[in-house]
């Protein structure tokens, strides 16, 4: 047998979704969480779920299938499933101009109008790595500002990166783009002698709440109408229809005067919102 034969002979022995099943999957899974799954993304589709074949023990992809839609198995897998469909890249600092608006322009504009108590929310935490740095650029900020309150909400679809963002332990590499003066002030070393880990220090993790939130839910139960909303890099797995609900209910949850930042490659143009543009892709809620 020639290499060439032998390779084809590899791959067509992959395990693949049948037509029906990519199908089936792809539009529970649109019609879940918002992620649309095109044609394209078959073979990424089917490489993330060859995880749950080794978790549940399933043979094949099909017979995975046939466990979440004909044997009822949605009940207990849902919340697995959805976890390695989700995208969740991210870093600290992340698109850092947003970071300098917050400090320069939306934290100074909150607190002129008298406001000593703050609520941000990052709306697709990942693994907390924006959370942790909207918490630094706040926290620091309070120091200057006086008495300063602040509270924020982190929310993810997956429960695998939530779990991560509790801990708050990174590689310390992954602090790289943290300022100095930040990384000194909140970050600590691991507990382990040798470890190249950090972990954000007690006080600032005590200040943001973690939970699990889907955008596809018709409420989002946030609590009191937030000062600040990042949802980044989210909208673009979105259809259109999607995205404006989704921004429609953002904005129900902030408050009037509020600001709205989402990723660099997303837009609000063609959406009837009750928003004005402060800077590229940051909105203040009329």
Not at 16 to 40: A, H, Q, T, V, W
Not at 62 to 84: M, N, P, S
Not at 232 to 255: E, G, H
Not at 258 to 280: D, K, M
Request: charged residues 25%; contains cysteine.
């Amino acid at each position: 047998m020639t290499a060439s034969s032998a390779m084809r002979k590899d791959v067509s022995s992959v395990d693949r979704l049948s037509p029906k099943n990519f199908r089936r999957l792809s539009e529970f899974i649109s019609d879940y969480s918002g992620i649309k799954m095109p044609p394209n993304k078959q073979t990424m589709l089917e490489g993330r779920l060859r995880r749950r074949l080794r978790a549940t023990g399933l043979p094949s992809l099909d017979a995975y299938c046939a466990y979440l839609f004909d044997q009822d198995g949605l009940g207990t897998e849902i919340i697995h499933l959805i976890d390695v469909v989700t995208t969740n890249k991210t870093d600290f600092f992340r698109e850092a101009k947003h970071f300098d608006f917050l400090r320069e322009v939306a934290l100074p504009a909150i607190v002129d109008e008298g406001r000593t108590s703050l609520r941000l929310w990052s709306a697709a935490c990942s693994v907390g790595a924006e959370p942790y740095s909207m918490a630094m650029v706040v926290d620091d900020f309070a120091d200057s500002y006086g008495p300063l309150s602040y509270f924020i909400l982190a929310t993810d679809l997956s429960t695998d990166v939530l779990a991560a963002a509790q801990k708050g332990i990174y590689p310390e590499s992954m602090l790289a783009p943290v300022p100095a003066t930040l990384r000194r002030k909140y970050v600590n070393l691991a507990r382990q002698p040798g470890s190249r880990s950090v972990r954000i220090a007690p006080m600032l993790r005590s200040r943001i709440g973690f939970a699990r939130l889907n955008f596809m839910d018709s409420f989002y139960p946030v609590g009191e109408a937030m000062d600040v909303i990042f949802c980044r890099n989210v909208l673009i797995y979105f259809d259109k229809p999607t995205q404006s609900q989704v921004l429609a209910r953002l904005c129900d949850c902030l408050r009037p005067g509020g600001f709205l930042i989402i990723g660099h490659s997303e837009t609000v143009a063609g959406f009837n919102l009750p928003l004005r543009t402060v800077s590229n892709t940051v909105f203040r809620k009329l």
